[in-house]
């Protein structure tokens, strides 16, 4: 079992930042992607962004690139997502989320193990 703690969300104006992080422990942790997604009420969850574990391969969703920048300090078992520039369409529950096999990364269904959720609110 893998166990995943975001923590880092909150109420920011639009233009402002924040910064993620999820905090990874249990079973001997060599992953192959990272990833973080968001959820609004009623909606699917979002792929945000992931990362390769080992490497520096990274991706994002098209509505983020540019302004969240995605980083892990692998000593530390820990996952981060800088968010700049929020916009009030940023508002979500933010998860973090962990895969151990290979293949794209950004569909929801693909992770393995996801933490409890932040929430990040940006107002206008």
């Known amino acids: 079992q893998v166990q995943l703690v975001e923590s880092g969300g909150g109420l920011v104006q639009a233009g402002g930042s924040l910064r993620l992080s999820c905090a990874a422990s249990g079973r001997t942790f060599r992953p192959y992607y990272m990833g973080w997604f968001r959820q609004t009420p009623g909606k699917d969850r979002e792929f945000v962004g992931r990362?390769?574990?080992?490497?520096?391969?990274?991706a994002y969703a098209d509505s983020v690139k540019g302004r969240f920048t995605i980083s892990r300090d692998n000593a530390k078992n820990t996952l981060y997502l800088q968010m700049n520039s929020l916009k009030p369409e940023d508002t979500a529950v933010y998860y973090c989320?962990?895969?151990?096999?290979?293949?794209?990364?950004?569909?929801?269904?693909?992770?393995?193990?996801w933490g409890q959720g932040t929430q990040v609110t940006v107002s206008s």
């Open positions: 990362i390769r574990w080992n490497g520096d391969s990274t």
């Open positions: 989320a962990v895969r151990y096999g290979a293949g794209s990364g950004y569909a929801a269904r693909d992770y393995d193990y």
